[in-house]
C-alpha cells in the first residue's frame, strides 16, 4: 500500500503528538498494528472534531443527554475504498473483514471467550454521552465487553480526568465545553489534590476488581487467554495506556501494582509489540492555531515519553546523551511507610535474640527452620502459579512472625509448625497481595507439598485435608495478631523495576535476570529483617550492575545511591550477607555462584573519596564469574523437598 492510499486515523491532537492519549484512539491505534495495516494520523483538535466529521461525511455514532449528536474520534478513512469508519469497534470490524490475513486475528474462531462475561459495577451509571453499544454487531460478545469495559473507567474519570493533557490555546475552551455537556459547575469539580485523592483511587482500584480477576484466569498473561492477544485485550490497553500518559508518575507506578500488577503486564506487552504511532511517513498538520509552545511540564513528559519508547535494548553506561531533558528524580520513600517498616528492621544481635534462640535452640537450627519455611512457601506458591511478589510477601509475614514467637516447646506451650506457619502467612499474602487462590486449592498444595507427593489424591473427605484447612484459619489469627496487623509490606521487586526503568536498563536482560535473581534469592534468608525493602532492591540493583557490567550514572555530583535514598553501606551489607549465604556454594556447573565476587568493605570507609559509578566500585572478579549467567531466580540454597515425616500433613 503506498502513502497516497494508506489508511488514515484521526486522533485528537494534544502537547504529547505523536503519543496518543485518548482511550478509543488508542484502540484503533493498536488495532491497527496488530494488523500490521500501514496508516498515518491526522491530529485534529477537540474543538474541530465536529467540523471535520461532517467533513468527510460521517455521522455520530453517539447522542448526547439532550438528544444532540455526540461527535468525537476516532474515525479511520480509507482512501482505496472512499469509505470512512467513525467508532473505535467498528474499525476493529472493518480492519478483520478487509485484512483478514494480514497480522493477527482480533476475533480469532478458537478463542476462549475468556474475560467476555465481564460486567461492570458502572454498567446502571449515567453519562452524559451515552455509551455505545453496538448492539447486533458483528462480534457482538466484544461489542459488550467494550461496553462494560468503557463503563468502568468513564465512572471514575474523577480519578485522572484532570490531568487531559488538552492543547494549551484551546485549554479553556475544550474545559467549558465538557464541562456544560457534563453539567458541571466548572472544570474544578473534576480537580482533586493531595489527601483527597487517596480515597478516589481507592474507589477506582475496587471498581476494577472483576475485571482484573478476569487476567489472572489463564496464569496471569498478560493477555485474557494467556500468551495470546485478542481485541478484547486491545480495549483494556487504550484506556491503561491513557492512564499511562495522564497520571501523575507516582498514581502511576501504583496503578500498575493493582492486583498483582495485570494492567502494568498488559500495558508493557501491548506498548512493546503492537502500539505505534504510524507506519508511514506523514506530515504532520499544523495544530489548530499557527505556532504552539507546550507548557514545560508536557514538553518534560514527552521527553519522558520519547525516552521510554526509543532507548536502546543493551547499555554500556546509562548517562544521559547531551541535552537531553534529565529524567524525572525518584522520591523518597512516604513517612508513614519508612515509620511502618523501621519498626520491623533489626540488627544482627537482635537476630540472635529471637524468641526460640532466647528458649534455648541454637541460632543455625533456628535459621534452617526459618529457610525450610520460606521453601515450603515457595513451593506451594509454584504449584498455585501464585507470583513472585505474593511469595515475597509471606515470606517477610513467616519472617516477622518468628521475631514475636517461638518454635520451641517449653511446659504449657505448643507453638506452631514452622509449615503451618508458612502455609498461613502464605494464605494472608494471597489476600493482601489480591492474588487469591481457592481454600480448597491452597490446602491441597500444603499437603502434597508437606507429604513430598505432588500427586497425592487430596479432598474434602480426607483427614489431611480438614487438618490442615483448620490449622490455617485458625492460625490466622494468630498471625495477625503477631503482626500488630500491619500489612503494608512494600515490594523490592516493584521497586527495583522503578530503577530499571530510571536507568533505561530494563531491557538489559543480564542485569534485569541478575537484579530478579539477588531478590529471589535473598528471600531464604533473614534480610527482610535486616534491611528496608528499598535497601534490598538498591542491592539487587548493585549486584546486578556488577554482573551485567553496566555504569549507574550519577547527577551532579551526587552518587546513584543517594540518588535513590539507600546508603552505600547498607548495599554493601546485604552484598555480603549473599555472599557469605553462597561462597561455599558453587553452582550446578561447579562454577563460583553469581555474589563471589561482590564482596566489598562496608565500614572504614571514606565516603567522601568512595568512587561514584559501579565501574569505580569493581573488585577483582574472576572473568569467568564476570561472565556467568545469573541464577535462576528460584534460589540455589532453596532445598527440592521438604523433610520426610517431620509433619504428619
Same mark, same amino acid.
Given at each position: ?539 539487587? *540493583? $548493585? @549486584? /546486578?550492575? =556488577?554482573?551485567? !557490567?553496566?555504569?549507574? %550514572?550519577?547527577? +551532579?555530583?551526587?552518587?546513584?545511591? #543517594? ?30 555462584? *553469581? $555474589? @563471589? /565476587?561482590? =564482596?566489598?568493605? !562496608?565500614?572504614?570507609? %571514606?565516603?567522601? +573519596?568512595?568512587?561514584?559509578?559501579? #565501574? ?34
Amino acid at each position: 500500500m503506498t502513502d497516497s492510499n494508506s489508511l488514515v486515523l484521526y486522533d485528537i491532537s494534544s502537547p504529547l503528538r505523536p503519543r496518543s492519549y485518548a482511550p478509543n484512539p488508542s484502540k484503533a491505534r493498536i488495532t491497527l498494528s496488530f494488523k500490521k495495516v500501514a496508516f498515518r494520523t491526522e491530529w485534529v483538535d477537540i474543538l474541530d472534531i465536529t467540523e471535520t466529521r461532517k467533513g468527510l461525511c460521517c455521522p455520530a455514532t453517539r447522542k448526547l443527554d439532550d438528544g444532540s449528536d455526540f461527535y468525537t474520534l476516532p474515525m479511520l478513512q480509507d482512501p482505496a475504498s472512499g469509505k470512512v469508519v467513525g467508532d473505535s469497534f467498528d474499525i476493529a470490524n472493518y480492519l478483520e473483514n478487509n485484512f483478514p490475513d494480514s497480522g493477527g486475528s482480533l476475533f480469532p474462531e478458537d478463542s476462549t471467550g475468556t474475560g467476555l462475561d465481564y460486567e461492570s459495577p458502572n454498567k446502571d451509571a449515567m453519562f452524559y454521552a451515552p455509551l455505545t453499544t453496538n448492539e447486533g454487531s458483528k462480534n457482538e460478545a466484544y461489542a459488550k465487553f467494550n461496553t462494560h469495559v468503557d463503563a468502568t473507567f468513564s465512572a471514575n474519570l474523577q480519578a485522572f480526568g484532570q490531568f487531559l493533557p488538552f492543547n494549551p490555546e484551546t485549554a479553556e475552551a475544550v474545559k467549558a465545553l465538557m464541562c456544560k455537556r457534563a453539567h458541571l459547575n466548572s472544570w474544578d469539580d473534576l480537580t482533586v489534590q493531595g489527601e483527597a485523592r487517596k480515597p478516589l483511587l481507592a474507589a477506582f482500584e475496587v471498581a476494577l476488581k472483576s475485571l482484573a480477576e478476569r487476567f489472572m484466569i489463564n496464569g496471569g498473561g498478560p493477555y485474557l487467554e494467556g500468551e495470546k492477544a485478542n481485541y478484547a485485550d486491545i480495549i483494556v490497553g487504550g484506556w491503561v495506556n491513557m492512564m499511562a500518559v495522564v497520571m501523575p508518575a507516582e498514581e502511576w507506578r501504583e496503578f500498575r501494582t493493582w492486583y498483582g500488577g495485570v494492567f502494568g503486564r498488559l500495558h508493557d506487552a501491548l506498548q512493546e509489540k503492537y502500539f505505534l504511532t504510524t507506519t508511514t511517513p506523514a506530515k504532520q498538520p499544523p495544530y489548530h492555531s499557527i505556532a504552539l509552545h507546550p507548557p514545560i511540564a508536557y514538553r518534560l513528559r514527552k521527553a519522558r515519553i520519547d525516552i521510554q519508547y526509543s532507548r536502546r535494548r543493551e547499555m554500556v553506561s546509562t548517562a544521559l546523551p547531551p541535552g537531553q531533558p534529565r529524567r524525572e528524580l525518584p522520591r523518597p520513600p512516604p513517612p508513614a511507610v519508612v515509620e511502618s517498616e523501621q519498626q520491623w528492621v533489626f540488627t544482627e544481635e537482635e537476630l540472635l535474640q529471637a524468641p526460640s534462640i532466647t528458649d534455648g535452640m541454637p541460632a543455625e537450627e533456628e535459621r534452617t527452620l526459618r529457610r525450610k519455611g520460606v521453601n515450603f512457601i515457595l513451593q506451594v506458591g509454584m504449584m498455585l502459579k501464585l507470583p513472585q511478589t505474593t511469595l515475597s510477601t509471606a515470606a517477610v509475614f513467616f519472617n516477622r512472625y518468628l521475631m514475636r514467637h517461638s518454635l520451641k516447646p517449653r511446659p504449657g506451650y505448643k507453638p506452631l509448625h514452622h509449615y503451618q506457619i508458612a502455609a498461613t502467612a502464605l494464605f494472608l499474602a494471597t489476600k493482601v497481595e489480591e492474588n487469591c487462590r481457592k481454600m480448597k486449592e491452597l490446602v491441597v498444595a500444603c499437603v502434597r507439598v508437606a507429604l513430598k507427593d505432588p500427586n497425592k489424591l487430596v479432598d474434602e473427605q480426607t483427614k489431611d485435608f480438614w487438618k490442615w484447612r483448620d490449622t490455617i484459619l485458625y492460625s490466622e489469627d494468630v498471625l495477625l495478631e503477631a503482626l500488630c496487623f500491619d500489612l503494608n509490606v512494600e515490594s523490592p521487586y516493584k521497586t527495583m523495576y522503578d530503577m530499571l526503568k530510571y536507568y533505561n536498563v530494563e531491557h538489559n536482560k543480564k542485569l534485569r535476570n541478575s537484579a530478579w535473581a539477588f531478590l529471589s534469592d535473598s528471600a531464604s534468608t533473614q534480610m527482610c529483617l535486616l534491611f528496608t525493602s528499598r535497601t534490598i532492591a538498591a542491592a539487587s *540493583m $548493585y @549486584a /546486578g550492575a =556488577r554482573t551485567a !557490567e553496566v555504569e549507574l %550514572d550519577e547527577l +551532579d555530583g551526587t552518587p546513584w545511591w #543517594e540518588i535513590q535514598h539507600v546508603k552505600l553501606r547498607d548495599i554493601r551489607r546485604a552484598c555480603n550477607l549473599m555472599a557469605d549465604l553462597y561462597e561455599k556454594s558453587p553452582d550446578k556447573d561447579g562454577e563460583p555462584n *553469581m $555474589y @563471589a /565476587g561482590l =564482596r566489598s568493605p !562496608e565500614d572504614g570507609i %571514606d565516603f567522601g +573519596d568512595t568512587p561514584r559509578s559501579i #565501574e569505580g566500585l569493581q573488585s577483582t572478579v574472576p572473568e569467568q564469574v564476570q561472565n556467568q549467567l545469573p541464577a535462576n531466580g528460584t534460589g540455589v540454597a532453596t532445598e527440592r523437598g521438604s523433610e520426610e515425616g517431620e509433619l504428619d500433613g
